[in-house]
């Protein structure tokens, strides 16, 4: 896979744990920290679009999708 691809699966991961997380903290407390999920979610949009910039700017400058992003693979 791509390194994209693993930070964007990471990503949706966290994300969808975080919210059952704060769903139990819900049930259980009746109340939420909404401080921090505003962050938590936050971070993960800024990283997103960050992602998406990298990918835009990799496509403006020709670059093949069927490319690797590592020399390795």
Do not use: W
Not at 21 to 34: E, L, N, Q, S, T
């Amino acid at each position: 896979m791509k390194t994209s691809n693993l930070i964007l699966l990471a990503l949706g991961l966290f994300a969808l744990a975080f919210i059952v997380a704060m769903a139990v903290i819900f049930c259980v407390k009746g109340a939420v920290p909404d401080t921090l999920i505003q962050y938590t979610l936050g971070a993960g949009g800024v990283e997103a679009l960050l992602l998406a910039g990298i990918k835009i700017s990799k496509v403006r400058a020709g670059e093949r999708s069927g490319e690797s992003e590592e020399p390795y693979e």
